[in-house]
């Protein structure tokens, strides 16, 4: 398989990135048919922009590119890896060099080429792998190049399972994450049967569903000692129609009546604070 597709590079030599990333997609999903791997995809690539996921080894790469057309970003080191280096090159991967200052801006211009050029790019913020049990801080440079770049960014959260009665794990034989060695690790993923990938995206941005699925409360509300940097706050983190009412109770603090709230809000801010958020969020009626 990895034969074939190197003999196609070396014959063909795309030299587009339209073409690197049409051969990196067309290698990626024979090789996904080729291995049995399912892979349940709920929603839909994103035509264009970045696209940021979780990362926990070379599987992810593989399954995003044989989804899609993409560009990948990765780190520098693996260009220096014998063969992988090269065909990572030949299909149009970004380098990033980590450690070295302005490295994500350096990237920029790769990214902003692979967006002119309509193909999503596609990086992982965590800046290593894992092996899927949670998410690591995700490092910003490449993130903000991309939003200063007026690109739009998709969110996807990767999983793997088994087939049932499986003796192996997805933690130690799909991902592939700490001190594991490259070749026996997929030696043993090619042993693998019932790998099943699964890829939800995001169809809105983790903003609005916080929006929509969380609420804040008053109670403790230490307000700032200026009346208008209060609302200020409110406004700029847009959280007026998220913040909800509530009491200490038993306690005493701030649930004197002149003191429920702080000073300093406009009528409309109160309203929505002490009822009409709550009777939105939870379907009430509105009061006589």
Request: overall charge negative; aromatic content about 10%; some cysteine.
């Amino acid at each position: 398989m990895f034969v074939e597709a190197g003999a196609e590079l070396l014959l063909r030599r795309p030299a587009t990135r339209e073409a690197r990333a049409d051969w990196l997609h067309r290698f990626a999903a024979r090789a996904i048919r080729r291995l049995g791997i399912e892979v349940v995809v709920v929603g839909e690539f994103p035509a264009r922009g970045a696209v940021i996921s979780n990362h926990m080894g070379y599987l992810d790469i593989v399954v995003f590119a044989a989804l899609h057309s993409c560009v990948f970003v990765s780190k520098a080191e693996i260009q220096t890896v014998p063969l992988l280096g090269w065909m990572t090159t030949m299909a149009g991967t970004v380098y990033v060099a980590r450690g070295h200052g302005g490295s994500a801006v350096k990237a920029r211009s790769g990214m902003q080429a692979a967006a002119d050029a309509d193909l999503p790019i596609v990086f992982f913020p965590e800046g290593t792998t894992t092996n899927g049990s949670g998410l690591l801080k995700f490092h910003s440079g490449l993130l903000a190049q991309a939003m200063q770049s007026g690109m739009p960014v998709t969110a996807a959260y990767m999983s793997y399972s088994l087939a049932e009665g499986s003796k192996a794990t997805v933690g130690d034989a799909v991902c592939y994450w700490g001190d594991a060695k490259m070749l026996p690790h997929i030696f043993r993923f090619l042993g693998l049967r019932g790998v099943r990938a699964e890829v939800p995206w995001l169809e809105k941005s983790p903003a609005e569903y916080a929006r929509e699925h969380v609420r804040l409360t008053s109670q403790p509300f230490d307000a700032p000692p200026n009346a208008g940097m209060l609302r200020k706050i409110i406004e700029e983190i847009d959280c007026e129609d998220m913040l909800m009412f509530s009491t200490d109770y038993p306690h005493w603090h701030f649930d004197a009546a002149e003191g429920a709230l702080p000073v300093g809000l406009t009528d409309d801010q109160r309203s929505k604070i002490l009822y009409d958020n709550a009777a939105s969020f939870y379907g009430f009626g509105r009061y006589a």
